[in-house]
């Protein structure tokens, strides 16, 4: 579901959109008193705002090209296509090719903030 939120600052009157397809943004109004970050799941709402018009869209399907580069690359996990006998004889360094893509994010390892 995705929600489109006009609303107005009433300090400065600025009239602003919120979108909940921008995750983790806080739209500020022209005097910056007054934000809204509109979230799927909540709203969270900064100063003094008054809402004009609340959106729904039921249906949120967006083209590829709007999906950033981390979401393409961890929507859907790579296909498993190796077997025990390929690793059989192999150094550690091609073993550490092949190792599940899940065990890179944990352990002491494992990449901060991924």
């Known amino acids: 579901m995705r929600v489109i939120l006009e ?3 009433e300090i400065c009157k600025d009239i602003q959109l919120s979108d ?3 995750t983790h943004h806080m739209d500020y109004c022209r005097c910056g008193e007054s934000a809204v970050d509109l979230e ?3 709203q969270r709402d900064m100063g003094k705002i008054k809402e004009i ?4 869209i039921e249906e949120q399907s967006l083209p590829s090209s709007f999906r950033s580069e981390h979401e393409k690359k961890w929507a859907t996990p790579p296909e498993d296509t190796t077997s025990e006998d390929d690793l059989k ?14 065990d890179d994010l ?9």
């Open 53 to 56: 018009k609340r959106t729904v």
């Open 7 to 9: 609303w107005q600052c």
């Open 106 to 114: 944990k352990g002491p390892n494992a990449s901060v903030g991924v």
């Open 20 to 22: 909940s397809i921008r």
């Open 89 to 102: 004889g192999a150094t550690l360094e091609e073993q550490a090719k092949y190792t599940n893509w899940e």
């Open 40 to 42: 799927d799941g909540y």
